[in-house]
């Protein structure tokens, strides 16, 4: 399975960006998809996930601000992240859970920078 994100860039705090992550490869049931933050000199964090029927996760600094979702059909999952902040900036990684069998992966990231 491959995971290949887009639509990071350079936005003014208060703007808006959409990541999206779309995976790809032989056969495989997808279960969990999420996006972690990795900010510079920090450990990488969790920001959202969307599970398999659509309940949502946030960590509590983006709930309001951010919103999840994902197209099944296409394998996809999506970051839509409104009021941006400087402390959003960061390097964002999609991760994809499997079922049957239970596996992890990571896209390459993307980077988000937020200038105040």
């Known amino acids: 399975v491959q995971l290949q994100a887009f639509g990071g860039g350079l936005v003014q705090a208060g703007g808006f960006l959409r990541l999206s992550c779309a995976a790809s490869g032989s056969r495989f049931n997808v279960n969990v998809m999420g996006w972690y933050r990795q900010a510079p000199g920090k450990q990488r964090e969790f920001i959202a996930l969307?599970?398999?029927?659509?309940?949502?996760d946030y960590v509590d600094s983006v709930k309001g601000r951010f919103i999840i979702s994902r197209d099944n059909a296409k394998n996809t999952v999506y970051l839509q992240m409104n009021r941006l902040k400087p402390e959003d900036t960061g390097v964002y990684y999609c991760?994809?859970?499997?079922?049957?069998?239970?596996?992890?992966?990571w896209g390459a990231g993307t980077q988000v920078t937020v200038s105040s």
């Open positions: 969307i599970g398999s029927r659509g309940r949502p």
């Open positions: 991760k994809l859970s499997t079922i049957n069998p239970t596996e992890y992966y």
